[in-house]
């Protein structure tokens, strides 16, 4: 029990605690908290401790409400709907916020806006700040959040607290992190990283809340101070924007510390994978959002005697060991995942994983109970069952519009997942031999190639593009940059990170392989050219068998090695084009290197290592003599 002190008890005033002892609250916690009630002024203080029981009490509160309601065919499982005008993060409301521009931005080309990291002074975000949440928790219930960031008081966990207005945030965070009271014994008079969240519609409401879902869309702001670890969020409820654990915490505050410690924190899935020899590897693998990471990492082997089993599907925080290995964290509790596309076939241990104690949020909801999204067409026991679709509007297959919105989500515990590693919790991590980038690229990329060396893979990963998603607010199909699938989750100065990657390369250590693939290469008719999912299994098998040192697997081409003819496994499968699969267009590549020296050039600019430019360098080079 921790002493509250006079200042701390002058600042919450009369503000009632409704649930939890304010004296289990380390010291600098009960002052953080304080401090806002002061500026953010709720009716009352409720201090999360992350059991069953709370989590109960809440969801009867919100189904009662019609904010939740239960999806009847399953246990524990609920939906909700949001206000359509929160439905995805908002990068374009999101900031970094460092003195110093350039400690967040590069250097970038006159005239040229960084894509990467998006800065705002600490003087803009005072007036920006003071002009929302004074006030803004009027009439509403403060949640107090305290939650690890992996396993309570692991070596590569971290701990943060969030303070929040929304019980949905209360819920999901819940399942997305570690929330207990053992967190407040691992802080004890440590530092944390501080979350303040805030739907931003003080009551009484001004505005109409559309499906119970309180946001304030216009006055959306992200923004990250990472020399003090504060993140503030406000006007939004959609879990990117919301759950302040994950890509703020987890990546953009968390590659800030990984850049002081020497560690790395990364947009990664962590899978383990047992050859049927019965040695096991584990791979690390950064792709887009919604580019496959949740599929990959639960994938389902099509080839006989091959077990994978999930680490993690969004998040790895890594660091060296003394054994110079690379070890790896899933930092997360449970899965986010998209819900469009999830499906029996495509992605069957997901659909196991979120039979049970799981929200679903913006799909449908069937007349007998069950939840519905585009790509469960043909699991639907009843094809004609009327539907809810995300607008809250009567819908059937066959009708106009969608049943879902495409970035409509699942949240799901990670425990639930029967093929979760045995080691997912393990404090100190996973060893990882191989880093596998990829996007979806319909043109020109093979399907798997392997990079030259440590440095030839930072290149490839900084030239990562993908075809634009959902899962933010861009539209339409361009091919975007997605450097090292961290564009929108860049904590600082892109340049730095990339030689942070190349310093991570010291004497001892064994640097992981780095592979990029492309699940998504189309044939001149629009289809894919593989079939993607579970036959993922026979790139991941070259992998390892390039891990292991097998002969003859290799064909050097100018943009790496790519799979010898035949040394995919590509039995049971038919008509695979593996000449147009594979293939390394002279053209294509010309004109790819031209844009990415000019991306580089303009983006990074001054602020680009020596080491990749000279691997740029080299590569255009070994194209131009195509
Ligand atoms: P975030 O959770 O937003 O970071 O995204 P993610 O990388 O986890 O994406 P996810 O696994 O949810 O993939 C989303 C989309 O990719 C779905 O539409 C899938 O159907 C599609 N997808 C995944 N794997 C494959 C594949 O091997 N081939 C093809 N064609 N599509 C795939
Ligand atoms: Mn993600
Ligand atoms: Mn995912």
Known sequence: FYVVNEVVMKRLGHVPIHKG??????????????????????????????????????????????????LRAYENNYICRTDPKDVARVESKTWMVTPDKHQTVCRTAEGTEPLMGHWMSPDDLAVELDSRFPGCMAGRIMYVIPFSMGPIGGPLSKIGVQLTDSNYVVLSMRIMTRVSNDVWDALANNDFVRCIHSVGLPRPVKQRVVNHWPCNPERVLIAHRPPE??????????????????????LRIAS??????????????????????????????????????????????????????????????MKFG??????AINPEAGF?????????KTNPMAVATFQKNSIFTNVAETADGEYFWEGLEDEIKDKNVEMINWLGEKWKIGDKGVAAHPNSRFAAPARQCPIIHPDWESPQGVPIEAIIFGGRRPAGVPLILETNSWEHGIFVGACLKSEATAAAEHTGKQVMHDPMAMRPFMGYNFGKYLQHW?????????????????????????????????????????????????????????????????SINLEGLSDVNWDELMSVPADYWKEDVKEVRHFLETQVGPD??????????KQEQRINAL
């Open 336 to 344: 986010f995942g998209v819900a469009p596309g999830t499906s029996h």
């Open 21 to 70: 002892d304010f004296h289990l609250l380390p010291p600098k916690v009960q002052r953080f908290v304080a401090e806002k009630v002061e500026v953010m002024r709720p009716r009352g203080i409720y201090i999360c401790d992350g059991t069953q029981h709370e989590a109960d009490e809440i969801i009867d509160k919100l189904v009662e409400r019609g904010m939740l309601s239960p």
């Open 502 to 566: 190349l310093d991570l390369k010291q004497g001892n250590r064994k640097m992981p392989q780095i592979y990029h693939v492309n699940w998504f290469r189309k044939d001149a008719n629009n289809k894919f050219l593989w079939p993607g999912f579970g036959d993922n299994i026979r790139v991941i098998d070259w992998i390892i068998r390039r891990l292991d040192g097998e002969a003859d697997l290799g064909l050097e081409t100018a943009i790496g090695t790519v799979p010898a003819k035949g």
């Open 322 to 327: 003394e054994d110079g290995r690379l070890y």
């Open 608 to 617: 680009l290592p020596a080491e990749v430019r000279a691997e740029m360098d």
């Open 256 to 317: 800030n510390i990984a850049k002081d410690e020497g560690w790395m924190a990364e947009h990664m899935l962590i899978m383990g994978v047992t050859r049927p020899c019965g040695r096991e590897h584990f791979i690390a693998a950064a792709f887009p959002s919604a580019c496959g990471k949740t599929n990959l990492a639960m994938l389902e082997p099509t080839l006989p005697g091959w077990k994978v089993r999930c680490v993690g599907d969004d998040i790895a925080w």
């Open 229 to 250: 670890r504060e993140i503030w969020s406000f006007g939004s409820g959609y879990g990117g924007n919301s759950l302040l654990g994950k890509k703020c915490f987890a």
